[in-house]
Structure formats: structure tokens, C-alpha cells
T-cell receptor, first 114, second 108 residues
Framework: SAVISQKPSRDICQRGTSLTIQCQVD?????MFWYRQQPGQSLTLIAT?????????ESGFVIDKFPISRPNLTFSTLTVSNMSPEDSSIYLC???????????FGEGSRLTVL | EDQVTQSPEALRLQEGESSSLNCSYT??????LFWYRQDPGKGPEFLFT???AGEEKEKERLKATLTKKESFLHITAPKPEDSATYLC?????????FGTGTRLTVIP
């Protein structure tokens, strides 16, 4: 299974600022997924990041708020822009094992916005 | 509409007290049902994949089963280290949908 590293693991941010989360995978993968897990809630897919093309965003998520980069097959970043307290969540990077649908997740980045 | 419902929301068991967690789903063309374990402050850890009704998978004290409408995660003689949130997810024609999880606490 892939080993996925995320940075930062946690951060406390001020309202109106932006934060970039990094995700590094130890093997080349076609697609990387970014999820959000709000307190007490399930995981919600933000977007799918493919190398060499723009990310595909799910309903309710827009590129201006959550810009994503995917410069190569092992790395991606998610930026949470102009943060508000409602953005306080755990943000998770994940990759799929082959074509099985099985996802492997990073440790997550816990953001608290004051 | 694709939907996943997990019950109960929380479960407290004495060490050694076996029980089951439920995952009910509605999905167009089920391609797979997945169980994950999530410890506090960590990302979900993959446990099982089930693809068709009647399928069963086992790992240590955990056994997952699947019918056409639901899946059960059976925990036999649990230990305190089994305490975690257990997440169910399904994938059909569209994306992966996660349930909200069952928070399991096993008391020594």
C-alpha cells in the first residue's frame, strides 16, 4: 500500500488568511483525491487531482476557494483560501490502490480557523 | 440518490463483549463496499472490500459481511485497542460515498 505524507499535520490560522497543505506519495499515482472531514461528520470529496490537467471539483467546492496543484505523479497541494471558522476541518489526501476503489489516506491536516 | 447510513452512532462494549456495526446503503450499481478504521487525529485505515452479496472477509477479531442492502462489521471478543471510529463507504456509478461512522469504545 502507498505511504502518504501530509504537511502540516495541524495548524491554527487567522480568518482571511490562506494555507497550503502538501501531500507526498511514495509511488507514482494517476489520481489523488482531497477530502474534508468536518467535526462529527463524514468524509466529503473536495476534488480529484490529475497530473497535467486541472482538478475536477465536486458540487459545492470551487477552484477559487480550494486551488489545487498537481505538478507530478507523486505530489499535490491543496490551498484553503480566505479562510473562515467554517473551514475548520481535517483535510485528507488519498490515493487509490490500483483500480480496486480502495483508498489509502494520509494522516490528515487539522485546521482550526479563529 | 446514493446514500450510506451507519448505526449505531456510538457503541460502548466491555472487553470481550461481541457485537455488530451496521452499514445500510442505497447505491446505483454497487461496485464495492469498504470498511475503514479511523483513530482520533489520524486518517482512515483501510480494512476490507466487499464486492457482492454473500461475500465475507475476516481480519483478526473483525468480520465483514454483505447483503444487497447492508453490511455488518462483526467484532468478536473486542479489546480496548479496537476502540476507534469505523467508517463504511460505497462506490457505484459515481464517486465514493462515506457514512458518518460508528464510534466504538471498548472498556477494559
Amino acid at each position: 500500500s502507498a505511504v502518504i505524507s501530509q504537511k502540516p499535520s495541524r495548524d491554527i490560522c487567522q480568518r482571511g488568511t490562506s494555507l497550503t497543505i502538501q501531500c507526498q506519495v511514495d509511488s507514482q499515482v494517476t489520481m489523488m483525491f482531497w477530502y474534508r472531514q468536518q467535526p462529527g461528520q463524514s468524509l466529503t470529496l473536495i476534488a480529484t487531482a490529475n497530473q497535467g490537467s486541472e482538478a475536477t471539483y465536486e458540487s459545492g467546492f470551487v477552484i477559487d476557494k480550494f486551488p489545487i496543484s498537481r505538478p507530478n505523479l507523486t505530489f499535490s497541494t491543496l490551498t484553503v483560501s480566505n479562510m473562515s471558522p467554517e473551514d475548520s476541518s481535517i483535510y485528507l489526501c488519498s490515493v487509490e490502490q490500483g483500480d480496486t476503489g480502495e483508498l489509502f489516506f494520509g494522516e490528515g491536516s487539522r485546521l482550526t480557523v479563529l | 440518490e446514493d446514500q450510506v447510513t451507519q448505526s449505531p452512532e456510538a457503541l460502548r462494549l466491555q472487553e470481550g463483549e461481541s457485537s455488530s456495526l451496521n452499514c445500510s446503503y442505497t447505491v446505483s450499481g454497487l461496485r464495492g463496499l469498504f470498511w475503514y478504521r479511523q483513530d482520533p487525529g489520524k486518517g482512515p485505515e483501510f480494512l476490507f472490500t466487499l464486492y457482492s452479496a454473500g461475500e465475507e472477509k475476516e481480519k483478526e477479531r473483525l468480520k465483514a459481511t454483505l447483503t444487497k442492502k447492508e453490511s455488518f462489521l462483526h467484532i468478536t471478543a473486542p479489546k480496548p485497542e479496537d476502540s476507534a471510529t469505523y467508517l463504511c463507504a460505497v462506490t457505484g456509478a459515481n464517486n465514493l460515498f462515506f457514512g458518518t461512522g460508528t464510534r466504538l469504545t471498548v472498556i477494559p
